[in-house]
C-alpha cells in the first residue's frame, strides 16, 4: 500500500469515525433518545430543532465522504482494515473531545446535560473521549506494525 492510499485509509476512518459519533452516539442517543441537549440551545426551540438538522446533515456528509475515500482506497489497493479501525476509534474520541472542549466549554452553545451539578458529566464526556482517542492511536500504531 502507497504512502498516500495509507492516508486515504486513515482519512476515511477519521471522518467515518467523526460522523458516526456526530450522527448515532450524540445526535441519535443524547438529542433524539435522552432529550438532553440540542447542537444549539441558546434560543427557542425551533431554533433548536433546526440546528439539530442542520448538524445531523453535516454529520452525515462527513460519515458519507469517509466511505466515498474508503471506496477509493478499496478500488485500488486491499484495504487495512486494521488501520482503518483504529482511525475510525480514533475519529469518534476526537469529535467527542472537540465537542465537549469548543461547543461545550468555549462556545457554550450546550452542555452535556443540564443539571446543577455539571463535573460528572464533563468529567465522563472528556474522559471517555480522550480514552476513545487513546485507543483508537494505540490501535493505529500497532496496525501500522503489521
Known sequence: MSRREDRQTV???LLFGCGIAAALI???????VLQWHHFYDLSTTGVALLADGFFHAVAWFITVWG?????????????HWGRWSG???????????FDAVVNHK??????VRYVVGLLPYDVAWIGSAILLA????????RASRN
Open 67 to 79: 466511505l466515498f475515500l474508503l471506496a477509493g482506497v478499496r478500488s485500488r489497493h486491499r484495504v
Open 106 to 111: 468555549i462556545l457554550g452553545i450546550h452542555q
Open 11 to 13: 482519512a476515511s476512518g
Open 26 to 32: 450524540d445526535l441519535f442517543i443524547f438529542h433524539l
Open 134 to 141: 487513546l485507543v483508537g492511536l494505540w490501535v493505529l500504531r
Open 87 to 97: 482511525a475510525v476509534i480514533a475519529g469518534v474520541g476526537f469529535f467527542q473531545l
